[in-house]
């Protein structure tokens, strides 16, 4: 079964940093892209960052310049490594990736993060 592990959530004080890790399983195939959304208290989910096979990144306006993301395909890993967090980071993470050969899109669980004093 393919599915998404993530890790790395916590709480943070403003202006410090954490790194999530997603962890891609039960296939030899690497995922095409993947990429981190967020889903804060009474909003929709929005895409965070995204990263291609080849490396091409995206990062939402509001993320531009503070989170990084990046991935070991060896591993079917994604990360993303957040600074200067704000409190209007908080929010559960949730990793997405899709595998065109398989015709198939997972999610993970989800990981709270709290930037909070």
């Known amino acids: 079964q393919v599915q998404l592990v993530e890790s790395g959530g916590g709480l943070v004080q403003p202006g410090g940093s954490l790194r999530l890790s997603c962890a891609a399983s039960?296939?030899?195939?690497?995922?095409?892209?993947m990429g981190w959304y967020r889903q804060a208290p009474g909003k929709q989910r929005e895409l965070v960052a995204s990263?291609?096979?080849?490396?091409?990144?995206y990062y939402a306006d509001s993320v531009k310049g503070r989170f990084t993301i990046s991935r070991d395909n060896a591993k079917n890993t994604v990360y993303l490594q957040m600074n200067s967090l704000k409190p209007e980071d908080t929010a559960v993470y949730y990793c997405?990736?899709?595998?065109?050969?398989?015709?198939?899109?997972?999610w993970g669980q989800g990981t709270l993060v709290t930037v909070s004093s």
């Open positions: 039960g296939t030899i195939f690497s995922p095409n892209a």
């Open positions: 990263i291609s096979s080849g490396g091409t990144v």
């Open positions: 997405n990736a899709n595998w065109t050969i398989l015709y198939l899109e997972r």
